[in-house]
């Protein structure tokens, strides 16, 4: 009895998921990232802005950081901490569409496909070979190309890219979670597959999914700013940060601002991401998880 209480005390001092998580360096440092993009992403969705972010002043064109415009003007005299924020709204739009429709499409996938098995299985996972024989951009770039250009073509674009990657980060581990003996004990019985599936099978292969999850949005947003980079994503004069980095072509050196400040507000936003999910990885699985 004494083992047992000492066991339950020591299972209810177990720190939670957030404090697990921010004793991880990489990972408060990608929450404190991300924290602040979504931030930023919210004050452009409300319109919380100094200036409009498509509105024009000829007169102020390419000026430099002023106690008028922070962070200058483009070389239409729009405000470039305005299309910043704004351009934070966009990125972010697409990356969680984008990522919440292929992790849904591609969890449901990975999981039917090997709980079926079999000669299903077998079909499923060749035609994910098929998407995973082309690069991502190049994948991306023949969606956008066959349903034309557009910030909707966009998401539409990056979910077909990370549909595959999800299938399969959710295949594996139901491939060895459905030989367990919980879930033998469930079919014994008579439950239904598809109650196995979500009560025995789903919460017990999460972990890799949500930090895939984490993975995925970096990728989505230097997606999404590649493609509008190319001018096949967020079409002018609507403000993203591939656009904005597009815009600067040509003019940079003698307005440095409109390529750094776009190029850093990518950097961070993949780095914050991709910190993020290290850190779920290292909180989530028992084999690395280390308490700091």
């Known amino acids: 009895?004494?083992?047992i209480n000492s066991e339950l005390g020591?299972?209810?001092?177990?720190?939670?998921?957030?404090?697990?998580?921010?004793?991880?360096?990489?990972?408060?440092?990608?929450?404190?990232?991300?924290?602040?993009?979504?931030?930023?992403?919210?004050?452009?969705?409300?319109?919380?802005?100094?200036?409009?972010?498509?509105?024009?002043?000829?007169?102020?064109?390419?000026?430099?950081?002023?106690?008028?415009?922070?962070l200058g003007t483009d070389l239409f005299g729009r405000d470039m901490l305005s299309r910043l924020i704004k351009g934070a709204t966009n990125s972010l739009y697409v990356a969680l569409v984008a990522v919440a429709i292929s992790s849904t499409a591609g969890t449901l996938i990975?999981?039917?496909?090997?709980?079926?098995?079999g000669r299903f299985d077998e079909i499923m996972m060749r035609v994910m070979d098929i998407f995973f024989a082309f690069p991502a951009i190049l994948l991306a770039l023949?969606?956008?190309?066959?349903?034309?250009?557009?910030?909707?073509?966009?998401i539409i674009a990056i979910a077909v890219v990370y549909t595959p990657i999800f299938a399969r980060v959710a295949r594996g581990p139901v491939?060895?979670?459905?030989?367990?003996?919980?879930?033998?004990?469930?079919?014994?019985?008579?439950?239904?597959?598809?109650?196995?599936?979500?009560?025995?099978?789903?919460?017990?292969?999460?972990?890799?999914?949500?930090?895939?999850?984490?993975?995925?949005?970096?990728?989505?947003?230097?997606?999404?700013?590649?493609?509008?980079?190319?001018?096949?994503?967020t079409q002018p004069p609507e403000p993203s940060w591939g656009v904005m980095l597009s815009d600067s072509q040509g003019i940079s050196e003698i307005a440095p601002w409109l390529m750094i400040y776009p190029g850093l507000a990518i950097m961070l936003g993949v780095l914050g991401f991709n910190l993020l999910g290290d850190g779920l990885r290292d909180t989530l699985d028992p084999r690395l998880k280390r308490l700091r």
């Open 10 to 70: 020591q299972m209810t001092k177990e720190p939670s998921l957030l404090r697990r998580l921010v004793r991880s360096r990489s990972g408060l440092l990608g929450l404190v990232i991300v924290v602040t993009y979504v931030t930023v992403a919210i004050l452009g969705a409300v319109g919380i802005t100094p200036y409009s972010p498509t509105e024009q002043h000829p007169p102020d064109r390419l000026q430099g950081p002023s106690a008028q415009y922070r």
């Open 142 to 154: 023949l969606v956008v190309t066959i349903l034309g250009r557009g910030l909707n073509k966009t």
């Open 175 to 233: 491939l060895s979670v459905k030989q367990m003996e919980f879930v033998t004990a469930a079919r014994s019985i008579g439950m239904k597959h598809d109650r196995i599936v979500l009560r025995h099978v789903l919460p017990n292969t999460l972990a890799p999914l949500i930090v895939q999850v984490s993975l995925a949005l970096s990728w989505a947003l230097l997606t999404e700013a590649g493609l509008s980079f190319l001018g096949l994503g």
């Open 110 to 117: 990975g999981t039917v496909s090997a709980y079926i098995g």
């Open 1 to 3: 009895m004494a083992a």
